[in-house]
């Protein structure tokens, strides 16, 4: 695991095909890059997986982006991306994680709650407020921000 603080749009370009699948807007991708830490997992070098995690304030931090390579997904390495994520949160004295996600994003829902997650509230309307392009998973249209937090 290697910790990189990502800032210049440069920087972040190496990461963005993995970035983008976690959340489809560059631009806010970028933002949130700017106010956090982003960390990534290699094999052999090669990139596998990233996550971004951004203080909130003193005691609570969000996850804001988790992905793995879809050559590699289903294969245990979201889970330790997970794991050392919450770890790293507690290292930097918080007390509770957060993380967003769609409410289409139905196998998100099972990963995150597999890991402890309890559903906290409901940002109606996050994600048509924020995203030009209408976005569809499961042939559901995501619309609200399901916001799931772990006690550290
Ligand atoms: C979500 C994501 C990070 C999970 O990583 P992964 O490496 O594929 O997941 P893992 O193999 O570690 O699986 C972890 C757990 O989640 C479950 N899970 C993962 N993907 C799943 C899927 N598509 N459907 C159902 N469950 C799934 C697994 O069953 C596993 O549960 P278990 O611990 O009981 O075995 C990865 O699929 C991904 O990068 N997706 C695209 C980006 C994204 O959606 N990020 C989250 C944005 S909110």
Same mark, same amino acid.
């Given at each position: 695991?290697?910790?990189?603080?990502? =800032?210049?749009?440069?920087?972040?370009?190496?990461?963005? +095909?993995?970035?983008?699948?976690? +959340?489809?807007?560059?631009?806010?991708?970028?933002?949130?890059?700017?106010?956090?830490?982003?960390?990534?997992?290699?094999?052999? +070098?090669?990139?596998?997986?990233?996550?971004?995690?951004?203080?909130?304030? +003193?005691?609570?931090?969000?996850? =804001?982006?988790?992905?793995?390579?879809?050559?590699?997904?289903?294969?245990?390495?979201?889970?330790?991306?997970?794991?050392?994520?919450?770890?790293?949160?507690? =290292?930097?004295?918080?007390?509770?994680?957060?993380?967003?996600?769609?409410?289409?994003?139905?196998?998100?829902?099972?990963?995150?709650? =597999?890991?402890?997650?309890?559903?906290?509230?409901?940002?109606?309307?996050?994600?048509?407020?924020?995203?030009?392009?209408?976005?569809?998973?499961?042939?559901?249209?995501?619309?609200?921000?399901?916001?799931?937090?772990?006690?550290?």
């Amino acid at each position: 695991m290697i910790d990189l603080d990502i =800032k210049t749009e440069e920087d972040a370009a190496r990461f963005m +095909d993995l970035l983008l699948l976690a +959340d489809p807007s560059p631009a806010m991708v970028l933002d949130y890059l700017a106010e956090g830490t982003l960390y990534s997992a290699r094999w052999d +070098d090669v990139v596998v997986g990233v996550f971004v995690l951004v203080p909130l304030d +003193d005691a609570k931090w969000e996850l =804001k982006n988790i992905a793995v390579a879809e050559e590699w997904q289903g294969k245990g390495v979201g889970r330790a991306l997970l794991s050392a994520a919450i770890e790293e949160a507690r =290292k930097v004295g918080g007390k509770r994680l957060d993380v967003g996600t769609g409410n289409s994003s139905l196998d998100q829902l099972a990963f995150y709650q =597999k890991a402890g997650f309890r559903m906290q509230r409901i940002a109606t309307n996050y994600f048509t407020l924020n995203y030009k392009e209408p976005i569809f998973e499961n042939g559901i249209q995501c619309r609200d921000m399901v916001v799931l937090s772990l006690e550290l």
